[in-house]
């Protein structure tokens, strides 16, 4: 009664009463007690299922610890609840913790375990000043934290929220169903009560037609119990709600159930370079030297001078060397040429570490090739006689190409690039990834132009895939809107109908291996249930279904229902 009253009068549980009520009168019992007992049983199953995907949501993403270390002024500690402590305060977070704020480290470098929040399995190592999320587990020391974020605005917070909510976000099945449960419940109550009085006014009509009231209201009620929607009103938003769990679990978090289904019709998808489909950090590709020169001499020579260098080409060059256990020197003297390169004495020789432009400017020569190669470089002389060149450039991904090759795998063959970068840097990585169509050296309004251009054909359902922070604007224009690696970024979250927090280009085709299979799993809910419900309601409206007949083709279909939907929960890759 209560959710007759909260709900609406003409629903699932009216026309459940007005059959138990019927049976009663008619004096089959265990028939009315069935009724209630399977339809007891169904809604168990039910909020368990729902019970099951809650908690498998949020225990993948609520990872915040109950308490916080703060550190005051006077180096005192005390330990408090997160939602306590103010912005600006220090924490301290031990080896084994996790950290239950965002905020800046304050020391020179430290390790976390990141896995909870983006699936990565290598500790990523934080820097003095750079961002640490919470979540995250400090695994080699003590860390001490300056919070820059409030409990309830931290990353992990708004993305568990906005997860948590997604439920909210209907898709076009699940608002189709509901309104069609406003317009079918009491049409089916109409129905069986002219069940009832059609035959009884026909036998006012024509006298040897016999009516018997009891057979024709025992027809009404089962031809009720047949038309419970229970089926569909519980087993389509939970299919829905396992494709966001399902989802979740491969660290892709979809806004709604509606762009679930939006991802499934998805035919060109679009991808940034930059942090998307490549790491977005330098690292060495070639390391060329002139004749007379060796490899090893020639990275000494650049990696020494760079190593005073705070610039991100001079870490790349440096962290290569340490690599390739090259040593390096110590205690050189270092003068920097603005917008040319570095300059320094070793050995008694001059070493000039820089951009072409730095030796043309001190009349070195050097091959005019090196002046049309696509990727930065670093040439290196040798008092006054060049030495060879390391080019650099940001390397794929490394699921880059097979997050391409799965996409083909879909039947999703117009596949392409924007890039701000030169044409020859983003053409090289198309062809080595395996894509065909390649645009480069254009600026956000350049990308924002060629996707209406995209748009304007309205046979492709576009999908881009940024970083989502300089990305926002054609995020919003697809269809669907993809943010890679968006747990720290506001504009990712607010912007992107979905997010990839494993920062993984495959997680693309991933998400729309989910969508198709909870697409499917919710049509075939909705095709079985029909298909059983007409088929019992014509045996029911002609006398040949009992009650028995009709709880299966409600509670049991229901049932049925409810188990091919939590198929979706235990999904894997």
């Known amino acids: 009664m209560k959710k007759i009253r909260l709900e609406s009068v003409f629903n699932e549980f ?99 375990n990141t896995a909870a929040l983006t699936g990565e399995s290598v500790p990523r190592t934080i820097r003095k000043q750079e961002e640490v999320l919470a979540g995250m587990i400090a695994t080699d020391r003590v860390v001490r934290i300056e919070v820059s974020k409030s409990y309830d605005q931290s990353a992990l917070a708004r993305i568990l929220a906005l997860v948590q909510d997604a439920a909210e976000r209907k898709a076009p099945a699940e608002l189709f169903i509901r309104r069609f449960a406003r317009i079918y419940t009491p049409v089916v109550t109409g129905l069986a009560a002219l069940m009832v009085l059609l035959p009884f006014l026909y036998s006012l009509v024509r006298p040897e037609f016999i009516f018997i009231f009891d057979d024709w209201f025992y027809r009404a009620l089962v031809f009720l119990v047949i038309s419970c929607p229970c089926a569909l009103v519980v087993s389509i938003p939970l299919g829905y709600f396992g494709g966001i769990g399902a989802a979740s679990h491969q660290g892709i978090l979809f806004k709604g159930g509606n762009y679930l289904d939006a991802i499934t019709k998805v035919n060109t998808v679009v991808f940034d370079k930059t942090g998307t489909l490549t790491k977005g950090i330098f690292g060495v590709q070639t390391v060329l030297p002139a004749e007379n020169t060796s490899d090893k001499d020639l ?136 894509v065909t169509r390649a645009i480069g050296d254009l600026l956000p309004e350049g990308k924002v132009s ?6 304007a054909n309205p046979e492709n359902r576009i999908a881009f895939v940024g970083d989502g922070i300089n990305d926002t604007p054609v995020l919003a224009l697809s269809d669907v809107g993809i943010a890679m690696g968006g747990l720290g970024s506001d504009a990712a979250i607010e912007t992107a109908d979905v997010v990839i927090q494993t920062d993984q280009p495959s997680k693309v085709a991933t998400a729309i291996k989910i969508g198709k299979l909870t697409h499917r799993i919710v049509w075939q809910n909705i095709s079985m249930a029909f298909g059983v419900k ?30 091919n939907a939590i198929r979706i929960q235990k999904w894997k890759e």
């Open 14 to 112: 009216t026309l459940m009463g007005i059959a138990v009520l019927g049976a009663f009168y008619l004096g089959e019992y265990w028939e009315g007690i069935a009724v209630i007992l399977f339809y007891l049983i169904g809604e168990w199953f039910q909020h368990k299922a729902v019970h099951k995907a809650r908690h498998n949501i949020k225990a993948l993403l609520d990872v915040r610890p109950e308490t916080a270390t703060v550190i005051s002024a006077d180096n005192q500690y005390k330990v408090i609840a997160p939602e306590q402590v103010q912005i600006g305060a220090i924490i301290e977070v031990k080896a084994g913790e996790r950290v239950p704020l965002d905020g800046v480290l304050l020391e020179d470098s430290a390790s976390f």
């Open 299 to 434: 990275l000494h020579l650049i990696a020494s001078v760079e190593n005073f260098s705070n610039h991100p080409i001079a870490k790349a060059i440096v962290k290569y060397a340490k690599e390739q256990h090259i040593t390096l020197e110590t205690s050189l003297k270092i003068t920097e040429i603005a917008g040319y390169g570095l300059k320094t004495v070793m050995d008694g020789k001059e070493i000039y570490v820089g951009n072409a432009r730095l030796l043309s400017k001190y009349d070195i020569s050097f091959p005019t090739e090196i002046s049309h190669i696509p990727e930065t470089t670093v040439l290196c002389a040798k008092d006054g006689k060049y030495m060879g060149y390391i080019a650099l450039a940001d390397s794929p991904k490394p699921d880059a190409a097979q997050a391409i090759s799965e996409l083909k795998s879909l039947n999703i063959n117009n596949i392409q690039i924007l890039s701000g970068d030169k044409q020859a840097i983003v053409s090289k990585l198309a062809e080595k990834i395996g």
């Open 450 to 455: 060629y996707l209406e251009q995209l748009k």
């Open 534 to 563: 007409l088929l019992v309601l014509l045996l029911g409206a002609g006398g040949m279904a009992t009650m028995w007949e009709a709880i299966f083709a409600d509670v049991g279909v229901a049932l049925l229902a409810i188990f």
